[in-house]
């Protein structure tokens, strides 16, 4: 069964770092597009990031210097390194996989607060 | 950074035909673009309905379609169901980085 999980989100104060995985099954991460994407309460979808099965990597203006996406392929794990965070970071964090694969995962919450 | 612009709200009649669009800040949207759609259903997470223009999923029922039209990527929705109600996102590429648009909420009544 393809499935993704996500993990590593929670409560972060101002100016910390948070690591993301994404733990795939199913599929071969590193031979995927892979994306994340994230949503602040209430708010619509913004995409973050993006890896290539290249290693290309592209990310948003909003979060360029501060987050960078990697993956582990002995684990079959996508990550999102999230540094200086701010509480406009404060969502939902999405890994999902491009393409004709399309699966999404159910998500990881980060909230930035003193 | 490219802006996406998406209906803010649409309603459809049970049984009804409607289109969504998706246009770009930049210009005309093409395959280029590689235009996604996803359905997004209050606490759940988003499902990818439509990739690279017109491609569907495995779960993708047979009445979502997606296509160009006048400029747009677009979503057309023939005989709507209930369980079609949701917020409809696209995602267009720009040479590497993606934009979302900002949603439609669909509303079947």
């Known amino acids: 069964e393809v499935q993704l999980v996500e993990s590593g989100g929670g409560l972060i104060q101002p100016g910390g770092s948070l690591r993301l995985s994404c733990a795939a099954s199913?599929?071969?991460?590193?031979?995927?597009?892979m994306s994340w994407v994230r949503q602040a309460p209430g708010k619509g979808l913004e995409w973050v990031s993006f890896?290539?099965?290249?290693?290309?990597?592209y990310y948003a203006d909003s979060v360029k210097g501060r987050i960078t996406v990697s993956r582990d392929n002995s684990k079959n794990t996508l990550f999102l390194q999230m540094n200086s965070l701010r509480a406009e970071d404060t969502a939902v964090y999405y890994c999902?996989?491009?393409?004709?694969?399309?699966?999404w995962g159910q998500g990881t919450l980060v909230i930035v607060s003193s | 950074q490219a802006v996406v612009t998406q209906e803010p709200s649409l309603t459809v009649s049970p049984g009804g035909t409607v289109t969504l669009t998706c246009g770009s800040s930049?210009?005309?949207?093409?395959?280029?673009?590689?235009p996604y759609w996803f359905q997004q259903k209050p606490g759940q997470a988003p499902r990818t309905l439509i990739y690279d223009t017109s491609n569907k999923h495995s779960w993708t029922p047979a009445r979502f379609s997606g296509s160009l039209l006048g400029g747009k990527a677009a979503l057309t929705l023939s005989g709507a169901q209930p369980e079609d109600e949701a917020e409809y996102y696209c995602l267009l590429s720009y040479s590497g980085p993606r934009v979302f648009g900002g949603g439609t909420k669909l509303t079947v009544l």
């Open positions: 199913g599929f071969t991460v590193s031979s995927n597009y």
């Open positions: 890896i290539y099965p290249d290693g290309s990597t």
């Open positions: 999902a996989r491009d393409g004709s694969g399309g699966q």
């Open positions: 930049t210009g005309a949207v093409t395959s280029g673009h590689y």
